[in-house]
């Protein structure tokens, strides 16, 4: 128990210096999809499962209870619907926790806000960050009212926001957002591996 706490100690640390050193700029006024890992529970994997992290850049908490993640594969208009529930409160962040492929080394090491039994495609797909919980409809959601955040990562994949997808996840790397120098950051949960 002592060890356990010990390690959540040392991975909110972490966690606090990393977005400390990302927020001396912060120019997001709203939640951000902040890491997507989608190599959970596979041959190689450390993490037994899937994850996104949410990270709340602002000064107030926001409730989420009529708020979804929802995800859908590379070029498909069909949306699997995560609905949140609870407030993330102002510089902190919210944890979801999706399935895994049956190995993987060791469980998430954070107790999720919310857990889900879909398995993210590591390789591409597109998640959506909505504050309503009906599905969406269409294949390219970006833009449309009520998007707060989207990634959509890997070749093929036929909606993101900026020039490009993002690069796919792996069993030992996720999807992190940018800090706003632009600086590619390391993966905070592959960090403690130790």
Not at 58 to 63: I, W
Not at 70 to 82: E, G, L, M
Request: proline fraction near 4%; include cysteine.
């Amino acid at each position: 128990m002592v060890e356990m706490d010990m390690k959540k100690f040392v991975i909110k640390c972490t966690f606090i210096l990393f977005f400390q050193m990302c927020t001396l700029a912060q120019v997001a006024d709203h939640i951000v999809l902040a890491e997507l890992y989608g190599g959970g529970g596979e041959q190689g994997s450390y993490w037994t499962n899937d994850y996104i992290l949410l990270y709340n850049p602002t000064f107030n908490s926001v409730d989420l209870s009529t708020w979804s993640v929802q995800y859908a594969i590379f070029q498909s208009s069909r949306w699997r619907v995560i609905n949140l529930i609870g407030t993330i409160p102002a510089d902190e962040y919210y944890f979801l926790q999706f399935g895994g492929d049956g190995s993987g080394n060791m469980p998430l090491p954070f107790t999720p806000n919310v857990i889900s039994n879909i398995n993210l495609d590591k390789n591409k797909g597109k998640i959506a960050l909505v504050n309503f919980q009906e599905a969406l409809t269409s294949s390219n959601p970006v833009g449309q009212n009520g998007v707060i955040d989207f990634i959509g990562y890997g070749n093929g994949t036929n909606a993101f926001e900026g020039s490009g997808p993002a690069s796919q996840t792996s069993t030992t790397e996720s999807i992190r957002r940018k800090d706003n120098f632009g600086n590619k950051v390391m993966a905070h949960y592959m960090l403690s591996q130790g």
